[in-house]
């Protein structure tokens, strides 16, 4: 059987990163390679991965870089690209590699979120109404000729990079998903985190939106019809369905702030406004 090569980036991901690469091991397909890109964490992230990881790396300033050094030290035919706060099914990889093929050579893989307060149960329904969705979906599994085809991730780009390679890794043609899915650890989620994030990848989304146009607006979007559609759901739970609304206008207002002052953090900056809310 072929190899799969799963790549995770960590950055101070200690809280998260053993569930993440004990899921890794526990797959039903063989073989697996894990290589791990950290950047530089002072949390012990470094000792954990040492446990499971096949190849362990320090590479940075971004996520971009991390992954595509992973990519680049990676050995299989196969390539799958992790976050060190996501939790796989025992038969992720086995069904991925179901439906991947010739002419569908990226593979979404559904993600279902969960995590503990008011504004983590949000962004869980939020991301209940994407599952399958083409326009929020990214690629997360492919096969290492199409990306010598397409090139790697943007490294110039801090937001917004997943859908780029999707893009062009398709042809802006339409994902295939695995029958799968991926638990995304989103921990105690606070909304001043979700904004400064939003702020931070609005830097580059300019950027996105030169590069890919309609394709790249109608992704950074709030009034995606995915959601649009899914408001009925929401509001089932009207405190939800309106903290919903709060939510996605703020992390609009800061991504907009973002792409008008066009400042750029230091690169650590993406990873401080994940920390406090999920531990990554």
Request: one cysteine or more.
């Amino acid at each position: 059987m072929d190899l799969v090569s799963v790549i995770v980036t960590t950055k101070n991901s200690a809280r998260t990163i053993d569930a993440c690469l004990r899921s890794i091991r526990n797959q039903t397909y063989r073989p697996i390679e894990i290589v791990v890109v950290d950047n530089h964490s002072t949390d012990g992230t470094a000792d954990i991965a040492a446990k499971y990881a096949d190849r362990f790396l320090q590479a940075g300033p971004e996520r971009s870089a991390q992954r595509n050094a992973g990519i680049r030290a990676s050995r299989g035919e196969y390539v799958c690209i992790l976050d060190s706060d996501m939790i796989l099914h025992d038969d992720v990889i086995a069904k991925a590699m179901t439906v991947i093929s010739p002419r569908s050579q990226a593979v979404a893989i559904p993600e279902q979120s969960f995590g503990s307060g008011f504004w983590s149960a949000c962004k869980v329904a939020e991301r209940e109404c994407y599952v399958d969705d083409q326009v929020t979906a990214g690629a997360r599994f492919f096969t290492r000729r199409l990306l010598d085809q397409v090139g790697l991730y943007d490294e110039a780009l801090t937001g917004g990079e997943d859908w780029d390679l999707s893009i062009r890794a398709t042809k802006n043609g339409e994902l295939v998903f695995a029958p799968a899915l991926i638990l995304h650890d989103e921990g105690r989620q606070t909304l001043w985190g979700l904004c400064k994030k939003k702020f931070y990848y609005g830097a580059s989304v300019r950027d996105f939106i030169k590069k890919h146009g309609k394709q790249a607006l109608a992704r950074v979007t709030p009034l995606r019809p995915s959601l649009v559609r899914g408001a009925g759901r929401l509001f089932k739970n009207p405190l939800i369905g309106a903290g919903v609304v709060v939510m996605k206008s703020c992390e609009f207002a800061a991504l907009g702030c973002g792409i008008v002052l066009n400042r750029r953090p230091p690169p650590e900056a993406v990873y401080r406004a994940s920390t406090a809310s999920r531990g990554e």
